[in-house]
């Protein structure tokens, strides 16, 4: 398993449209099908689908660099 943690508690981070526009530019969808042979996907929500607190109606950020650049 791999996973990316930040500190949102100190600048840059700790704004939201920064956290917006790296959730926007990363490519993990199309990084974790690769390294993982298809079998890996992206959290969506900060948490596995095997881990308390999940929430299925949460869904991950879509890969878009141009929003990205704008947020």
Same mark, same amino acid.
């Given at each position: 398993?791999?996973?990316?943690? +930040?500190?949102?508690?100190? %600048?840059?981070?700790?704004? @939201?449209?920064? /956290?917006?526009?790296?959730?926007?530019?990363?490519?993990? %969808? /199309?990084?974790?099908?690769?390294?993982? /042979?298809?079998?890996?996907?992206? $959290?969506?929500?900060?948490?596995?689908? +095997?881990?308390?607190? $999940?929430?299925?109606?949460?869904?991950?950020? %879509?890969?878009?660099?141009? @929003?990205?650049? /704008?947020?």
């Amino acid at each position: 398993m791999v996973a990316l943690s +930040t500190n949102s508690t100190q %600048p840059p981070l700790s704004d @939201k449209r920064v /956290r917006q526009a790296l959730a926007y530019a990363s490519t993990c %969808p /199309r990084s974790s099908r690769t390294s993982t /042979r298809a079998l890996g996907k992206p $959290y969506s929500g900060g948490v596995a689908d +095997t881990d308390f607190g $999940y929430n299925p109606a949460l869904k991950p950020y %879509p890969y878009d660099p141009a @929003k990205a650049a /704008r947020s």
